[in-house]
């Protein structure tokens, strides 16, 4: 019999083993709980919401300044402008320029139009108002005469005014091609600057030293240059036929021989 059971039979019980801390490998991890929303605790502290910015008292904007009639509100007032016009007009245009209140100036215009020193004539879907042109002046012949002769007389001195004016403008353009002061200066000097230099020459020339060449020696200096001038139109064509005859059997040309090889020539 073992220990163990003698021990139990006595009534002691027998020591637990210790369990293994290790876990092996093929153990499952241990089980995640998730927590709902609704079971989270609510935050004990109130938020409050912030209160909206209090608006300034905004400035009440002036009013605009009614601008005065130009002419009194009444029918005789009305009547004078008409005659000193004299010409068509619409209500409305009577009301934004002399500035009067609609209803008075229907008013008084149908006043006018009904005592006939206002004709009334609609053109399209338009009103026009005008005086009536039996109670403006007439003019007579006489006038009329007086009026064509100073026209006439108008119509002359603008001819003359005219004449002149060309005749003016015919001088500034000739006025325009003279030189100024300063451009004159400026030839003044040019010329001067022209005139020492020939001075400076002709000095050279009344020199003791200097000789002039004469006719014979001049003929033998350009006789000289002429022989030179055919030695060198000599050589260039013997260069050229030289040049020539080495490139027969190549595809180069002389100058792009010339280029190839270095050799620059006037």
Request: aromatic share 4%; with cysteine.
């Amino acid at each position: 019999m073992s220990e163990e059971t003698a021990q139990v039979k006595k009534g002691k019980k027998a020591p637990k083993k210790k369990a293994e801390s290790k876990t092996t490998q093929n153990s499952d991890p241990p089980a995640v709980t998730q927590i709902d929303d609704k079971k989270k605790p609510k935050p004990s502290k109130k938020v409050q919401q912030a209160s909206p910015p209090k608006k300034k008292d905004e400035k009440k904007q002036p009013d605009k300044k009614v601008k005065q009639p130009l002419i009194k509100e009444d029918v005789d007032s009305l009547l004078e402008y008409f005659k000193s016009s004299n010409r068509p007009f619409t209500v409305n245009y009577l009301k934004d320029t002399l500035f009067l209140k609609l209803s008075t100036l229907q008013k008084n215009i149908d006043t006018l139009v009904s005592k006939g020193d206002v004709i009334m004539k609609e053109v399209g879907s338009t009103k026009v108002f005008l005086i009536n042109q039996a109670l403006m002046p007439t003019v007579n012949q006489q006038d009329l005469e007086l009026l064509g002769s100073e026209l006439e007389q108008k119509t002359e001195e603008y001819k003359q005014i005219a004449q002149q004016n060309a005749k003016l403008n015919e001088q500034l353009k000739n006025l325009s091609k003279i030189p100024t002061i300063q451009e004159l200066v400026d030839m003044k000097n040019e010329l001067k600057s022209k005139i020492d230099e020939i001075e400076n020459k002709l000095l050279l020339y009344e020199d003791k030293n200097y000789k002039m060449a004469t006719t014979e020696e001049t003929q033998e200096v350009e006789n000289e240059y002429q022989n030179m001038m055919n030695i060198c139109k000599k050589r260039k064509n013997i260069y050229h036929e030289a040049i020539g005859s080495l490139l027969s059997e190549s595809d180069l040309t002389i100058p792009q021989f010339e280029k190839i090889v270095g050799i620059f020539r006037d």
